[in-house]
């Protein structure tokens, strides 16, 4: 077995990686994503695969984000056949966003090719459960806490007459066992230990702050954010929101803000504008009514955080549960553009339907008028796309409007630009040079460029912590170590892939530092080698445990 790092290499998306065993006439994928906003992109994206698709007998997908599924449809395309295996919740959210994905005029691919990938979930969704997928291969799954559905692999093959492994950790969630901070995935889970792994580093760089890690700490955060912003100023706070976990998490997170203060908010409605967020939103609410939702006393189908009664000192697991299901899956509708009646609790609604409905333009416009206190999830995070962008149009030359970022954002996204301002105090926006640029496609419908002065945001422009997905240092240390300096690595050879430069340096080493520490019952240090991988075009031989 041999593998080439197709990506993502000094980049954060994009990744996929390449298997072939040419012993047993395999050869497969880790993860195929787009890359966004990051240098290549472009080419990546639509350039021809370095590979035939139709050679490949399957996919491994770790998670339902578009830098990991985003390329999927064009594999089946260009003739790939096979399972993609993930978990079922997985295969849900993906299908959701490439739908949403199909009906922007810049998409990749055909919306009807979406229907023909075959997606498969491996031991019937079960953790550490062996899978086989054929000519030797088996796999295990093991949760990542990042997302609904993310997974790491244990790939296991037939290497002489014994077996070979190596775990890809796909994305790695910020919340290992006991150190829960988030209020709706569990905590990672330890993969047994492989021959090699594949390791993510975006923040091999950064570790945070332990109130970023605090449940509380975060609330207090958000609700100064709200009161500021709704409050005192009377505006629309506008959250850019990713439809998948971040949306989910701010929702819970401000419906126990409401139900903590419910007066103090009386005159304040909350918004869900984001049709793939609302759709997500069901996917989570099945999975609480499912058998796969939580094992009580175990994790062996288990997704939710059960220290949500502890957080909230009220309630049984199963009580807290339905509550998390109130919130994602009720409240009034603005149209009925979705068969299903939806209807959030108190004063949170979703918003649902078309710019050529009447109910719908009128609610959001009055909206955008910005001269009435409301909060506004809406989607995309970065602001790329998606619906934010008309809201961002009309509220930001508005000084009552607050926009939040709840987490991270590329510099090179509008997003990133916008966030610039939130340093630069408003008697000198009033001198900038330059415009804001960009497109507005209402429902990916042919739209109209919006070209903004600078001079012109008056917004208040703001960012918390506290929402990341993604472990930091400390969470990838541990991950490696097996949170424990007496157990085995979770590998002793290790590639540290997705990150930029500074981060996987930084991880590798940390991560030499403290397998230096480290000692086996003889007092020998450990044997430990990270590798940085640094040419997509050079093949890694895993049977030999040499590059080529």
């Given at each position: 077995?041999?593998?080439?790092f197709?990506?993502p290499?000094?980049r954060?998306t994009?990744?996929?990686?390449?298997?072939?065993?040419?012993?047993?006439?395999?050869?497969?994928?880790?993860d195929?994503?787009?890359?966004?906003s990051?240098?290549?992109?472009?080419e990546w994206?639509?350039?021809?695969?370095?590979?035939?698709?139709?050679a490949?007998?399957?996919?491994?997908?770790?998670?339902?984000?578009?830098?990991?599924?985003?390329?999927?449809p064009?594999l089946?395309?260009?003739?790939?056949?096979?399972?993609v295996?993930?978990?079922?919740?997985t295969?849900?959210?993906?299908?959701?966003?490439?739908?949403?994905?199909?009906?922007?005029?810049?998409?990749?691919?055909s919306?009807?090719?979406?229907?023909?990938?075959?997606?498969?979930?491996p031991?019937?969704?079960?953790?550490?459960e062996?899978?086989?997928?054929?000519?030797g291969?088996?796999?295990?799954?093991?949760?990542?806490?990042h997302?609904?559905?993310a997974?790491s692999?244990r790939?296991?093959?037939?290497?002489?007459?014994?077996?070979?492994?190596?775990?890809?950790?796909?994305?790695?969630?910020s919340a290992?066992?006991?150190?829960?901070?988030?209020?709706?995935?569990?905590h990672?889970?330890v993969?047994?230990p492989?021959h090699?792994a594949?390791?993510e580093?975006?923040?091999?760089?950064?570790?945070?702050?332990?109130?970023?890690?605090?449940?509380?700490?975060?609330l207090e955060?958000?609700?100064?954010?709200?009161?500021?912003?709704?409050?005192?100023?009377?505006g629309?706070?506008?959250?850019p929101?990713?439809?998948?976990?971040?949306a989910?998490?701010?929702l819970?997170?401000?419906?126990?803000?409401?139900?903590?203060?419910?007066k103090?908010?009386?005159?304040?409605?909350?918004y869900?504008?984001?049709?793939?967020?609302s759709k997500?939103?069901k996917?989570?609410?099945?999975?609480?009514?499912s058998?796969?939702?939580?094992?009580?006393?175990g994790?062996?189908?288990?997704?939710?955080?059960?220290?949500l009664?502890?957080?909230l000192?009220?309630g049984s697991?199963?009580?807290?549960?339905a509550?998390?299901?109130?919130?994602?899956?009720?409240?009034?509708?603005?149209s009925?553009?979705?068969?299903?009646?939806?209807?959030?609790?108190e004063r949170?609604h979703?918003?649902?339907?078309?710019?050529?409905?009447?109910s719908?333009?009128?609610?959001?416009?009055?909206?955008?008028?910005?001269?009435?206190?409301?909060?506004v999830?809406?989607?995309?995070?970065?602001?790329?796309?998606g619906?934010?962008?008309?809201?961002?149009?009309?509220?930001?030359p508005?000084?009552?409007?607050?926009i939040l970022?709840?987490?991270y954002?590329?510099?090179r996204?509008?997003?990133?630009?916008i966030?610039?301002?939130?340093?630069?105090?408003f008697?000198?926006?009033?001198?900038?040079d330059?415009?804001?640029?960009?497109?507005?496609?209402?429902?990916g419908s042919?739209?109209?460029?919006?070209?903004?002065?600078r001079?012109?945001?008056?917004?208040h422009?703001?960012?918390i912590g506290?929402y990341s997905g993604?472990?930091?240092?400390?969470?990838?240390l541990d991950?490696?170590f097996?949170?424990?300096d007496?157990?085995?690595l979770?590998a002793?050879?290790?590639?540290?892939v997705h990150?930029?430069t500074g981060?996987?340096?930084?991880?590798r080493?940390a991560?030499?530092a403290?397998?230096a520490?480290?000692?086996?019952?003889?007092?020998?240090?450990?044997?430990?080698?990270?590798?940085l991988?640094t040419?997509?075009?050079?093949?890694?031989?895993?049977?030999?445990?040499?590059w080529?």
């Open positions: 077995m041999k593998i080439r197709l990506g290499l000094d954060v994009g990744s996929c990686s390449w298997l072939v065993d040419e012993a047993a006439g395999v050869q497969f994928l880790v195929c994503g787009t890359m966004q990051e240098p290549g992109e472009r994206n639509s350039g021809a695969f370095p590979f035939d698709p139709s490949l007998d399957f996919v491994l997908l770790t998670h339902p984000h578009q830098d990991h599924y985003g390329l999927i064009r089946v395309e260009a003739g790939f056949s096979g399972p295996y993930c978990t079922h919740e295969a849900e959210i993906t299908r959701i966003g490439l739908e949403d994905a199909a009906r922007f005029r810049d998409a990749r691919f919306e009807e090719t979406i229907p023909r990938i075959r997606f498969v979930t031991s019937g969704g079960k953790f550490n062996p899978h086989d997928v054929g000519k291969i088996a796999v295990r799954m093991y949760r990542t806490g997302t609904l559905g997974v692999f790939v296991r093959w037939e290497c002489g007459g014994q077996g070979k492994t190596v775990t890809f950790s796909g994305d790695i969630g290992p066992a006991g150190r829960e901070h988030m209020p709706i995935i569990g990672s889970l993969p047994t492989a090699f594949v390791v580093s975006t923040y091999g760089d950064a570790t945070r702050d332990p109130s970023e890690k605090d449940f509380e700490a975060r955060r958000l609700t100064a954010v709200i009161d500021r912003a709704t409050l005192e100023r009377s629309v706070l506008v959250i929101s990713f439809a998948t976990e971040r989910q998490n701010l819970y997170d401000i419906s126990v803000i409401y139900a903590r203060n419910p103090k908010y009386l005159d304040v409605p909350v869900l504008d984001a049709p793939m967020a997500i939103n996917v989570y609410a099945q999975r609480i009514d058998h796969h939702a939580y094992e009580p006393g994790d062996a189908c288990g997704w939710f955080n059960r220290r009664p502890d957080w000192g009220t697991f199963d009580e807290v549960m509550g998390l299901k109130a919130v994602l899956s009720r409240g009034r509708k603005h009925n553009h979705d068969d299903d009646p939806v209807e959030y609790p949170i979703q918003v649902i339907g078309s710019d050529n409905e009447e719908f333009r009128n609610m959001r416009h009055a909206l955008m008028q910005g001269d009435r206190p409301a909060i999830l809406t989607s995309s995070g970065m602001c790329e796309g619906r934010v962008l008309s809201y961002l149009e009309r509220l930001l508005l000084e009552k409007t607050t970022f709840p987490g954002v590329s510099r996204a509008l997003g990133g630009r966030l610039e301002f939130a340093d630069i105090p008697e000198e926006r009033r001198s900038l330059g415009e804001l640029e960009w497109d507005v496609q209402p429902n042919c739209g109209h460029r919006v070209r903004m002065p001079r012109a945001v008056k917004a422009i703001e960012r506290g993604h472990a930091d240092q400390s969470d990838l991950w490696v097996r949170r424990d007496l157990m085995p979770v002793p050879h290790l590639f540290l990150g930029s981060s996987r340096h930084a991880l080493d991560i030499t403290r397998a520490t480290r000692h086996d019952a003889a007092g020998n240090i450990e044997p430990l080698r990270v590798d991988p040419d997509p075009d050079r093949w890694f031989d895993l049977d030999q445990g040499e080529e």
